[in-house]
């Protein structure tokens, strides 16, 4: 059985940091593209970063790029999201997906999600 955990959400203010974590499972994950996605609320789903299996290349969207930074460590089975620099735009459900960026925005194994808030 494919899980997925995400960890780290919380609350910060503008300007703050924080470290998202998912843990996989029931998969072999260091063979994997994996996936950030996002929604705030009343919004649509949001892509917002994906790494490749051995980490040789990434991508960020641009509204999250040079401020969030995805990483992985396979000997661990965790995919993690550096979050720096945090806007109010930013707050959302923070979700870890298996997989590549999906253009239809639906992916199959998708975690319960962490939140995350950036108030004053």
């Known amino acids: 059985e494919v899980q997925l955990m995400e960890s780290g959400g919380g609350l910060v203010q503008p300007g703050g940091s924080l470290r998202l974590s998912c843990v996989s499972s029931?998969?072999?994950?260091?063979?994997?593209?994996m996936t950030w996605v996002r929604q705030a609320p009343g919004k649509e789903l949001e892509w917002v970063a994906s790494?490749?299996?051995?980490?040789?290349?990434?991508a960020h969207a641009d509204s999250v790029k040079g401020r969030f930074t995805v990483s992985r460590d396979n000997a661990k089975d965790t995919l993690y999201l550096q979050l720096n620099s945090l806007k109010t735009d930013d707050t959302g459900i923070y979700y870890c997906?298996?997989?590549?960026?999906?253009?239809?925005?639906?992916?199959?194994?998708r975690g319960q999600g962490t939140q995350v808030t950036v108030s004053s």
């Open positions: 997906a298996r997989g590549a960026r999906m253009a239809t925005n639906e992916y199959k194994y």
């Open positions: 029931g998969f072999i994950f260091g063979s994997e593209t």
């Open positions: 790494i490749s299996a051995h980490s040789t290349t990434s």
